[in-house]
């Protein structure tokens, strides 16, 4: 299996709707998940930290750069 196959599986866990992108409320149900409680906020902002073409909306591409790269999101914006 390849980093990209894992990466694929990830993301279709949290892509509930399976529409191919991770809305805010999708991300926050994986924070609840994984955490406990969340913000409608809090989701919007990991979108928004996430997203960097813009659509607020999480896409596969955008979620492997984040996995292989943690570094690269800047999440203080
Ligand atoms: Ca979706
Ligand atoms: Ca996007």
Do not use: N, R
């Not at 073409?53 to 999480?58: C, F, K, P, R, T």
């Amino acid at each position: 299996m390849s980093d990209t196959g894992d990466y694929e599986t990830t993301f279709a866990l949290i892509d509930i709707d399976g529409d191919g992108l991770i809305s805010a409320p999708e991300l926050k149900k994986l924070m609840e998940a994984l955490g406990g409680e969340v913000t409608d906020e809090a989701a919007a902002h990991a979108v928004e930290a996430l997203d960097t073409d813009g659509d607020s909306m999480v896409s596969l591409a955008e979620l492997t750069a984040y996995l292989k790269d943690p570094s690269s999101v800047d999440d203080s914006v």
